[in-house]
């Protein structure tokens, strides 16, 4: 059966646990010897290109990269052809489209036989969350997600697709999740990627900063205008500026409490340099991690054993 990662929600336990697992245990460099990864990019990222592109090769394969300008999404050519071409090529490819529905339509294209992973979408970031849930469990859990349980963790903003699939993880894990947002900017119910059907931990949602990080263990945060807001950008800075991550904030917080962002900040937005640069910040290892994830979901879709 063809494996895909396109959201957390749709795997079981057994299959996320493989993948935190081999997303940070020995590898074998010949897992995807001679094969190649199509990395597909409607949208840019730094990161994840990156993390993609070297996971890949230290597995031994080889990553090939097309970008919205040559590929032209449902401009150029419909999602179904370009499925279908890349599936003629290649086993695995790896997507970051605006369009969450893109998955849906390539798998009924090329009839599954072409393994997706999701790299980002309009509904999930399930890659992030993965590499997200490594960070917290290095810091708190000496790397075991499992002894995460209890942990509270408040995500702070406006609540992204990132947002969706971290809580997804997280609660999964029984880690307690708080989302402080204004109307508008908060979780709502269903999607693809819907917190509120995953447990055991518990969903707390509220309109205020401060309510949500008084007793947190990690806050969280992302980018208030993110790509194709631009328009927006003033609205949001006012909509938002009571839920900025600055040094007053994490006051209220625990006294170890660590910050986390999964970045391009917008320094002195959503979070401070102050806060984003300090001894409390995990940005750094967040994004060591997003390598691992990559290699855990990669190791797993080859059905290697953890």
Known sequence: MTRHFITVAQLDDSDL???????TSPFDDQTLKGQGVALLFERPSLRTRASSSSAVHELGGYATFFGNDE?????????????????????IAALRVRSHAVFERIRGATNDRMSLINLLSGAAHPTQAVADVLTVADQFAKGDVHGLAGLEVTYVGDATNVTRSLAVA???????????????????????????????????????????????????????VSMGMENETDQRRRDLSAYRVDEQLLKIAKTRTVVMHCLPAHRGDEITNAVLDSAQS?????????????????RWIKEEKS
């Open 282 to 298: 995990l940005v750094w290892r967040q994004v060591f991690h997003r390598r691992s994830a990559m290699m855990g979901v990669l």
């Open 71 to 91: 590929v032209g999404l449902d401009s150029r050519e419909c999602a179904e052809d370009v499925g279908r071409t890349l599936a003629e090529m290649y086993a």
């Open 170 to 224: 997280l609660l999964r894990l029984g880690v307690n999740v708080t989302v402080g947002a204004p109307a508008g900017y908060q979780l709502v119910k269903g999607g693809a990627e819907d917190p509120f059907r995953a447990g055991p931990g518990t969903l707390r949602l509220t309109d205020s900063a401060s309510d949500a990080v008084r007793g947190a263990d990690v806050i969280y945060t992302d980018a208030w």
């Open 17 to 23: 646990d493989a993948i935190y697992e081999l997303a």
